[in-house]
């Protein structure tokens, strides 16, 4: 069959969704700082190997240009589940309970997928991180979601602990063990609902650090290749999800998308992109996409189009046929024809992304543009030998964040750090150059005014946010010495538990 004639197809077969006995159920998996080339079918010269991730877009479709709106984890998350910039939904920062960031959630009157089918008939859960709030008002069943099980936050973030709905069930957390346990879950959920239309979000802790990765796939006579081992299990993961939706005839009735939150830290790979996560650079913000739906999207669809998490929203409504919030802006469009045919346009003119609570680029076409400088790597100050050294003050500790000591160093920096210095107004022809090595802002002065005038425009709906109120406890430091941690003591849902040992740090009234 034609793609043309596929895609009219399956654009019938979309507009029946509505009137269906059941309507197709959607898996969103969001790895959390798994970078463009750490998966093998978008880096296949690259160092890690991923046969069941290289599979699903063999049956898929697979994205290439697919962007997130920030180079870090709490907004990229806000914004997968409303189709909206981080600006628009105001989780521009991460939470952080450690540093007493705490103050601050996805609001109540966002709307979410799950919000959106639940109403519809549908299970849903989420296991995994969430990183939208971590206190009562925030968390995933106040958006949303029948169930959950997972930590509200980073990994490395103090404290690590373990919550089911609303209560903690482990602290310390064995972290070697949440690939596989989000999986069990997963796997049980669909089990459970396979009568029913049901949404599993599982937002996936790796490989965000620590790297952690279970005995079967820990492989301690290459002590230096742990994020390789991470990626070999998250990819059976999925593997195990898609024989899951065989085994019960769902397969055809399951839309699965696996993405992921930002670009990698380091021991990932950008796959010959510039930077990495934290900054807007290609590998920053481009990450990996894939979708599958066999009998509706066609095997072997690539698309160099723009696209990005924004679109995921309004994408999963038109294929459930549910209808989009329609008293807010939804920034997202329905990619649906990126996903069903070859050669077709991408519905944006422009995308954006953010730094901090700024617009920071803008993307259209072949052409990126950093309106705002892009800043140099990360550690860019330290010697190779203060590299080498370089102590994590969230490393693993044996005590409460429980992962091999064996975590990857500065000096594996996953992207190029290579070509133009960094500065604000820099243009880049991603077409000829993905890896952002040679400005060409002086070449192409109308270009960058097009672009320039297209940014302002969006960005002129940018709200000033004001910082949070801090719950920080400690006292300011000393003069050249940055803020401690602190190391909240977990077991409960509170984040007030500061340790004898850092008593002498706190506030005095």
């Known amino acids: 069959m034609k793609p043309s004639l596929l895609c009219l197809v399956a654009s019938l077969w979309f507009a029946s969704l509505a009137d269906a006995a059941r309507p197709i159920n959607v898996i969103l998996i969001f790895a959390d700082d798994l970078g463009y080339g750490d998966v093998a079918c978008f880096h296949p010269e690259g160092p890690f190997k991923t046969p069941r991730l290289d599979r699903m877009a063999a049956e898929g479709a697979k994205l290439t240009s697919f962007y997130v709106p920030t180079p870090y984890c709490a907004p ?25 960031a705490s103050n601050f959630g996805l609001p109540q009157e966002e709307v979410t997928l799950a919000e959106l089918l639940r109403p519809n008939g549908y299970a849903t ?13 925030w968390l995933p069943r106040t958006q949303g979601f029948d169930e959950y099980y997972g930590i509200l ?32 879950r997963a796997l049980d959920f669909i089990q459970r609902n396979r009568d029913r239309p049901f949404f599993l979000y599982l937002p996936h802790a790796m490989p965000h650090k620590p790297l952690a990765v279970s005995d079967n796939y820990y492989t301690p006579q290459t002590r230096d290749d742990l994020y390789a081992d991470v990626i070999s299990e998250l990819d059976a993961s999925i593997g195990r999800i898609l024989d899951k939706l ?4 769902l397969d055809e009735q399951t839309l699965v998308i696996f993405t992921s939150d930002n670009g990698p830290w380091y021991g990932g790979s950008t796959g010959g992109l510039r930077g990495m996560k934290g900054r807007t650079w290609e590998g920053g913000i481009r990450v990996p996409m894939i979708a599958r739906l066999p009998g509706v999207i066609p095997a072997g669809i690539e698309s160099d189009q723009i696209a990005g998490t924004i679109d995921l929203l309004p994408t999963i409504c038109k ?45 259209s076409g072949k052409w990126k543009l950093h309106v705002r400088n892009p800043g140099p790597p990360r550690f860019h100050q330290l010697t190779d030998a203060q590299l080498a050294s370089w102590i994590d003050p969230r490393a693993p500790d044996g005590v409460t964040i429980l992962a091999p000591y064996e975590q990857a160093q500065p000096t594996q920096h996953p992207g190029l750090i290579s070509g133009a210095d960094p500065k604000a107004m820099m243009l880049f022809d991603l077409e000829h150059d ?22 302002e425009k969006v960005a002129s709906e940018v709200p000033d946010y004001p910082d949070p109120e801090s719950d920080y406890l400690f006292a300011p430091p000393a003069p050249g010495q940055g803020r401690q941690l602190m190391r909240l003591i977990g077991g409960e ?7 004898a040992s850092q008593q002498h740090l706190l506030k005095k009234p």
């Open 246 to 249: 065989q085994q019960l005839s």
């Open 319 to 363: 294929l459930v046929g549910v209808e989009p919030p329609q008293d807010r802006v939804i920034d997202g469009r329905d990619i649906t024809n990126l996903l069903c045919q070859k050669n077709s346009p991408s519905p944006h003119e422009a995308i954006f992304s953010m730094q901090g609570k700024q617009l920071a680029t803008i993307r």
């Open 434 to 455: 993905p890896g952002e090595q040679r400005d060409v802002a002086d070449e192409n002065p109308d270009v960058v005014k097009r672009l320039r005038q297209q940014f």
């Open 76 to 100: 990229s998350r806000g914004t997968i589940l409303t189709g909206r910039y981080p600006f628009r939904h105001s989780v521009v920062r991460n939470p952080s309970p450690d540093s007493g």
């Open 153 to 184: 936050y980073s990994n490395d973030m103090y404290p690590v602990q373990l919550v089911e709905n609303e209560s903690v069930v482990e602290y310390p957390v064995v972290q070697a063990s949440l690939t596989d346990r989000y999986t069990d």
């Open 493 to 499: 849902l509170r984040y007030d538990r500061v340790p």
């Open 125 to 137: 859960a989420a296991y995994g991180k969430w990183h939208l709030g971590h206190r009562p008002k």
